[in-house]
């Protein structure tokens, strides 16, 4: 780690009360920048001030409404006149088979994952043109290119965070601001707390990852970091899959555990 890689920065972070949005606001921070951490869970964003310190910012930001994401945003103008670095993390979901799957519980899935990473990137790009560039990362997920059995809202929202992240580099570059997309596998985070406290579903995932073991979501945060930090200075539209190999393999059918 660069200790003085986003030294005098100022990054926004959503989900950042836990997982992937906790750990890359930690490394930030470790890394000298300031950070607006975003999320609708404001008990967990006062845990990770009181973890963090004065260099994070808790807000709280439903990032599925643009009055509340411009808001949320606003903070880092408000309270530091820029915005350098950006993290879209914030994510959730709810599965069924097509043919069973509760209309609501789409629209949820796909508001949460794909209208937020819009509606985020509009706002913080704003920012950022006014302020003279920066880099956003937006987390989408290795279901953008594998299918998963009873997540066709997860898998299809992931998708296309990874096409909106490539349209948006393409039209943002000219002002300087790069954007670029991590594709994690299994991250051992809440949001997989039910697999990964049960063995059987645990090992069927362990069984098609070759390097045998999840993420942790440090491991996630390291990769964004580089994506927007000057290291990767001519990198833009890009999808990082960071996932100890699975990609190689396939997804496991869950459902074969009901049987």
Known sequence: MNANR??????????????????????LIAEGAQ????DIDEAGLQKRAAELGEAFVPT??????????????????????????????????????????????WDFTI??????????????????KSTGGGAIVNISSLDARVPMPGGSP????????VMFTKN???????????????LPGLVD?????????????????????PMGVAATPEQIAGPSLFLASEDASYITGIDMVV????ELSNFPNLAKLAG
């Open 6 to 27: 986003f030294d005098g920065k100022v990054a926004v972070v959503t989900g950042a009360a836990s997982g992937i949005g906790a750990a890359i606001s930690a490394a």
């Open 35 to 38: 950070v607006v951490g975003l």
């Open 60 to 105: 709280v930001a439903d990032v599925t409404d643009e009055a509340s994401v411009e808001a949320g945003i606003g903070v880092a103008a408000e309270r530091f006149g820029r915005l350098d670095a950006a993290f879209n993390a914030a994510g959730a979901s709810r599965i069924g088979a097509v043919t069973d799957l509760l209309e609501a519980d």
């Open 111 to 128: 508001d949460l994952i794909q209208k937020s990473v819009f509606l985020c990137t509009k706002h913080e790009a704003r920012l950022m």
């Open 154 to 161: 997860y898998s299809t929202g992931k998708a296309g965070v």
């Open 168 to 182: 948006a580099a393409l039209e943002l570059a000219q002002h300087r601001i790069r954007v670029n997309a991590i």
């Open 189 to 209: 985070t809440p949001l997989v707390a039910a697999v990964m406290g049960y063995e059987p579903a645990k090992q069927m995932f362990l069984d098609r990852i």
């Open 243 to 246: 996932d100890g190999g699975w």
